[in-house]
């Protein structure tokens, strides 16, 4: 699951960055804005 483990580092980071809190929501804000932006490339 190369997908997972990218995932994983993304939150980490973020997390280091931002709190944990913050960064939950920044993260669904970016999945969304990948997902709407290109959903085909996605899935």
Not at 17 to 37: H, I, M, N, P, V
Request: overall charge positive.
């Amino acid at each position: 699951m190369q997908k997972d483990k990218i995932m994983s580092s993304v939150v980490t980071a973020l997390e280091q960055k931002f709190g944990t809190k913050r960064a939950k929501e920044q993260l669904r804000k970016w999945w969304s804005d990948l997902k709407t932006r290109e959903p085909e490339q996605y899935w």
